[in-house]
């Protein structure tokens, strides 16, 4: 995206097969036995504290039948159910199928407002209802077949909880006690102490089952926690009215609670340990934990009803929030989770009271900063600010990306002057626009370039004129080029040994002396004058040649000779340049001259230019390019190149030229990017700023999307009339009709 140019930005479908394109599953981490709760705060990993996680969000206007999700499970076909508080829906990847209740008619759905779904071994959908019991979704016949409440039925009419009991058959929670509920024979068995002489649990509400990897059934009742085998109960200490139970990789169990917070116990028992997770505005204790899932090995996220998802690094005892921010519509959807779910092509999925939220945990190579921090208290006047508040980012126009030798990152702005950026998490300094005083503080204007001097300084491109910071970044002062104007907008900066190359939107190219602060214009003479004087990009190759790239062609001079070569945009020859503005230029380890511009996509120069007419392979749209506005070119520590553009990014093969692009599906967030806002740490990270923030791309973590879901019929008239798909929707079976008489619809469900 130029600095003036409009925003070309993406909405892509919600369906979550996202066009076909999906996400890499990151490389499963090494688990660490036993939990470790750090009794100080532990330090926290690289980029954790400024980044946060992107969801995509279906709410009701996707089609579901209420804001307020309650509960999600997949079925044996893979379709996704979501329960609601004003019915049932079926998910299938592109749309949803509404289940609401009809007292009036037998197989419909018994009461609108569901509190759980459970699938069973069999792949049977069980739905808990807070009104009418529970109910079986018969696939074959598409009807619920209920287990109601009363006599010979279940001990209460509001089911909260379901689990498999290993043999065949459901334990069943509900507010009166615990059932059993044999499927085949429809027998339901009280396990409350006394019932038929059982040496059950007490006659207590029932919120939360588990049964873990050795068949113990744990129970969370209104009055604590209890765990038993062959219908023997007892009672773990600690835990009161425990609202969530979850087992993870390490065998470790978990368990929320209303008013305590969360606890672990060890895979080997033991008695259960809390877990701290303190922030500004109270404690983990003070919020319900009602839903826990293990989103990747080593990391389990706990939802609470008001301060969205706390996600705990059990190795380490770390924790960090993932929330609603209200300005962010790629956030947590609310900060009420009821549930946790995750689906078997391993996407997460979070019902709260605004929709069902969707995150792909194996999405690891691409972390999102939406804006530049706001330090969580400020510093002296003077100094830096320390620390930062994740949830209230400030500059999200992020102009010009600068790595500085110390380790830090200096991020130009369009509005906010420039923010100095530790990665491991926090704000430590910040050059703040003051117009009243341009001679010492940026103007409240666009940040253009930023460049390092070898002695540390870091030299400001603005709109309104050339700054020089202080390595420390507590200083700035406004740089006098004899002959220019003092506010003279500065696009293009190059630090070139002892001298400072400056490139004006306007007003051409111009050299500074670093040792005696002498100037001069460049290359202004008739016949020896640039393409076009309003300079967009300055870069040096290993030649020794000065490449300078302008909004009208593209220029080779040799400081050394004085010897000036023009290329100008030549579209009518297949190979020449083919449009005029290039945006960033690079060079690559094959010595190659990458050319990004914008509307010709990529131009790379083959040969060189000694022979007068210049050749160029080009990679467009056709090619694989995301779009043809090319705002920056970076190599990875790999080799490959890597192009943020007005529709995304993008990965070019050095060797073959094959593209591979990254979009929404691939968990990038922001669809445009500004012109020259790229940069490599020494970490091998890629950072690109964009229209809300920065994105930093892993380019080691990126892995393919390998998950193929199943081809399943969601609708089937014969002869005009629908009739019931069950016998048809299994996995890749055919529609037995023929296609005279039949419609289908067949879909492959996303969930999956």
Same mark, same amino acid.
């Not at 829906?89 to 779904?117: M, S």
């Not at 400081?559 to 070569?565: F, N, Y």
């Not at 694989?624 to 192009?643: C, K, R, Y």
């Given at each position: 995206?130029?600095?003036?140019?409009?925003?070309?930005?993406?909405s892509?479908?919600?369906g979550?097969?996202?066009?076909?394109?999906?996400?890499?599953?990151?490389?499963?981490?090494?688990?660490?036995?036993?939990?470790?709760?750090?009794?100080?705060?532990?330090?926290?990993?690289?980029?954790? +504290?400024?980044?946060?996680?992107?969801?995509?969000?279906?709410?009701?206007a996707?089609?579901? #039948?209420?804001?307020?999700?309650?509960?999600?499970?997949?079925?044996?076909?893979?379709?996704?159910?979501?329960?609601?508080?004003?019915?049932?829906? $079926?998910?299938?990847?592109?749309?949803?199928?509404?289940?609401?209740?009809d007292?009036?008619?037998?197989?419909?759905?018994?009461?609108?407002?569901?509190?759980? *779904?459970?699938?069973?071994?069999?792949?049977?959908?069980?739905v808990?209802?807070?009104?009418?019991?529970?109910?079986?979704?018969? !696939?074959?016949?598409?009807?619920?077949?209920?287990? %109601?409440?009363?006599?010979?039925? *279940?001990?209460?009419v509001?089911?909260?909880?379901?689990?498999?009991?290993?043999?065949?058959?459901?334990?069943?929670?509900?507010?009166?006690?615990?059932?059993?509920?044999?499927?085949?024979?429809g027998?339901?068995?009280?396990?409350?102490?006394g019932?038929?002489?059982?040496?059950?649990?007490?006659?207590?509400?029932v919120?939360?089952?588990?049964?873990?990897?050795?068949?113990?059934?744990?129970?969370?009742?209104?009055?604590?926690?209890?765990?038993?085998?062959?219908?023997?109960?007892?009672?773990?200490p600690?835990?009161?009215?425990?609202?969530?139970?979850?087992?993870?990789?390490?065998?470790?169990?978990?368990?929320?609670?209303?008013?305590?917070?969360?606890?672990v116990?060890?895979?080997?028992?033991?008695?259960?340990?809390?877990?701290?997770?303190?922030?500004?505005?109270?404690?983990?204790?003070?919020?319900?934990?009602?839903?826990?899932?293990?989103?990747?090995?080593?990391?389990?996220?706990?939802?609470?009803?008001?301060?969205?998802?706390v996600?705990?690094?059990? !190795?380490?005892?770390?924790?960090?929030?993932?929330?609603?921010?209200?300005?962010?519509?790629?956030?947590l !959807?609310?900060?009420?989770?009821?549930?946790?779910?995750?689906?078997?092509?391993?996407?997460?999925?979070?019902?709260?009271?605004?929709?069902?939220?969707?995150?792909?945990?194996?999405?690891?190579?691409?972390?999102?900063?939406?804006?530049? #921090?706001v330090?969580?208290?400020?510093?002296?006047?003077?100094?830096p600010?320390?620390?930062?508040?994740?949830?209230?980012?400030?500059?999200?126009?992020?102009?010009?990306?600068?790595?500085?030798?110390?380790?830090?990152?200096?991020?130009?702005?369009?509005?906010?002057g420039?923010?100095i950026?530790?990665?491991?998490?926090?704000?430590?300094?910040?050059?703040?626009?003051?117009?009243?005083?341009?001679?010492?503080?940026?103007?409240?204007?666009?940040?253009?370039?930023?460049a390092?001097?070898?002695?540390?300084?870091?030299?400001?491109?603005?709109?309104?004129?050339?700054?020089?910071a202080?390595?420390?970044? +507590?200083?700035? $002062?406004?740089?006098?080029?004899a002959?220019?104007?003092?506010?003279?907008?500065?696009?293009?900066?190059?630090?070139?040994?002892?001298?400072?190359?400056?490139?004006?939107?306007?007003?051409?190219?111009?050299? *500074?002396? &670093?040792?005696?602060?002498?100037?001069?214009?460049?290359?202004?003479?008739?016949?020896?004058?640039?393409?076009?004087?309003?300079?967009?990009?300055?870069?040096?190759?290993?030649?020794?040649?000065?490449?300078?790239?302008?909004?009208?062609?593209?220029?080779?001079?040799?400081?050394?000779?004085?010897?000036?070569?023009?290329?100008?945009?030549?579209?009518?020859?297949?190979d020449?340049?083919?449009?005029?503005?290039?945006?960033?230029?690079?060079?690559?380890?094959?010595?190659r001259?990458?050319?990004?511009?914008?509307?010709?996509?990529?131009?790379?120069?083959?040969?060189?230019?000694?022979?007068?007419?210049?050749?160029?392979?080009h990679?467009?749209?056709?090619?694989?390019?995301?779009?043809?506005?090319?705002?920056?070119?970076?190599?990875?520590?790999?080799?490959?190149?890597?192009?943020?553009?007005?529709?995304?990014?993008?990965?070019?093969?050095?060797?073959?030229?094959?593209?591979?692009? &990254?979009?929404?599906?691939?968990?990038?967030l922001?669809?445009?990017?500004w012109?020259?806002?790229?940069?490599?740490? #020494?970490?091998?990270?890629?950072?690109?700023?964009?229209?809300?923030?920065?994105?930093?791309?892993?380019?080691?973590?990126?892995? %393919?999307?390998?998950?193929?879901?199943?081809?399943?019929?969601?609708? *089937?008239?014969?002869?005009?009339? #629908?009739?019931?798909?069950?016998?048809?929707?299994?996995?890749?079976?055919?529609?037995?009709?023929?296609?005279?008489?039949?419609?289908?619809?067949?879909?492959?469900?996303?969930?999956?």
């Amino acid at each position: 995206m130029t600095r003036h140019g409009g925003r070309a930005g993406r909405s892509p479908a919600l369906g979550a097969l996202d066009g076909g394109r999906r996400r890499g599953l990151a490389c499963a981490l090494a688990l660490l036995a036993v939990l470790t709760l750090a009794a100080g705060p532990a330090r926290a990993a690289r980029w954790d +504290r400024l980044t946060q996680i992107g969801f995509r969000t279906l709410t009701q206007a996707q089609g579901l #039948p209420n804001a307020i999700a309650t509960s999600v499970a997949q079925d044996g076909d893979g379709f996704l159910w979501v329960g609601t508080l004003g019915g049932l829906a $079926r998910w299938d990847g592109y749309h949803f199928r509404v289940f609401r209740a009809d007292p009036g008619r037998p197989g419909e759905l018994p009461d609108n407002v569901i509190q759980t *779904l459970h699938t069973d071994p069999g792949g049977r959908l069980w739905v808990g209802t807070s009104a009418a019991g529970l109910a079986r979704w018969d !696939a074959d016949a598409e009807r619920f077949v209920r287990t %109601p409440a009363g006599p010979g039925g *279940l001990s209460h009419v509001s089911v909260r909880a379901i689990a498999d009991d290993g043999s065949g058959g459901l334990w069943v929670g509900t507010e009166g006690g615990l059932d059993h509920l044999d499927p085949a024979t429809g027998a339901v068995r009280s396990a409350r102490a006394g019932d038929a002489g059982t040496p059950g649990l007490p006659a207590l509400p029932v919120y939360a089952l588990l049964r873990d990897h050795r068949g113990t059934l744990w129970v969370g009742t209104a009055e604590g926690l209890y765990r038993g085998r062959g219908g023997r109960f007892e009672a773990v200490p600690g835990p009161a009215s425990v609202q969530s139970l979850a087992e993870d990789a390490e065998h470790r169990v978990w368990v929320g609670t209303e008013r305590q917070g969360a606890f672990v116990i060890g895979p080997e028992g033991g008695a259960p340990q809390p877990v701290r997770a303190p922030a500004r505005d109270g404690e983990l204790a003070d919020q319900p934990v009602v839903a826990m899932l293990e989103v990747r090995p080593g990391e389990t996220w706990l939802g609470t009803l008001g301060w969205g998802i706390v996600a705990v690094d059990a !190795a380490h005892g770390r924790t960090r929030s993932i929330r609603n921010l209200p300005a962010l519509p790629a956030s947590l !959807a609310d900060n009420a989770v009821r549930a946790l779910f995750r689906d078997r092509s391993g996407l997460v999925w979070v019902a709260t009271n605004r929709g069902l939220s969707r995150y792909d945990p194996g999405q690891s190579a691409v972390l999102t900063m939406f804006g530049t #921090p706001v330090a969580a208290h400020a510093g002296a006047a003077g100094s830096p600010d320390v620390g930062t508040d994740v949830a209230s980012m400030g500059n999200t126009q992020i102009s010009w990306i600068l790595p500085t030798a110390d380790g830090r990152i200096w991020l130009g702005t369009h509005k906010g002057g420039v923010d100095i950026i530790d990665p491991e998490g926090a704000r430590v300094g910040a050059l703040a626009p003051d117009p009243a005083h341009p001679l010492t503080a940026l103007p409240a204007d666009m940040v253009l370039s930023l460049a390092q001097a070898g002695d540390g300084s870091v030299y400001v491109g603005t709109k309104r004129g050339l700054y020089r910071a202080s390595a420390d970044g +507590r200083q700035v $002062r406004r740089v006098a080029i004899a002959g220019r104007d003092p506010a003279a907008s500065t696009w293009a900066l190059l630090v070139d040994g002892p001298r400072l190359w400056i490139g004006g939107q306007f007003d051409g190219l111009w050299q *500074l002396d &670093l040792a005696s602060g002498r100037s001069r214009p460049m290359l202004r003479e008739p016949g020896q004058a640039l393409t076009d004087l309003r300079t967009t990009v300055l870069l040096r190759d290993p030649a020794g040649w000065l490449w300078i790239g302008t909004r009208n062609g593209l220029n080779r001079y040799d400081p050394a000779t004085g010897v000036l070569q023009r290329i100008r945009r030549d579209a009518g020859r297949p190979d020449g340049l083919d449009a005029g503005f290039v945006a960033t230029l690079y060079v690559d380890h094959h010595q190659r001259l990458w050319v990004g511009t914008y509307g010709g996509g990529i131009a790379i120069l083959e040969g060189g230019v000694d022979a007068g007419r210049p050749h160029f392979v080009h990679l467009r749209t056709h090619q694989g390019l995301p779009d043809e506005n090319v705002n920056s070119l970076i190599e990875d520590a790999a080799g490959e190149v890597w192009a943020c553009t007005d529709g995304g990014l993008a990965s070019i093969d050095p060797q073959t030229l094959a593209v591979r692009t &990254l979009r929404r599906a691939d968990g990038l967030l922001f669809p445009t990017y500004w012109t020259g806002s790229a940069a490599r740490t #020494p970490e091998g990270e890629l950072l690109f700023g964009g229209d809300g923030g920065m994105t930093i791309v892993q380019p080691r973590l990126r892995r %393919p999307w390998n998950w193929h879901p199943p081809l399943v019929v969601t609708r *089937l008239r014969i002869g005009g009339r #629908p009739v019931p798909v069950g016998p048809y929707a299994a996995p890749a079976a055919p529609a037995a009709a023929s296609a005279s008489s039949a419609a289908a619809d067949a879909r492959a469900p996303a969930a999956l």
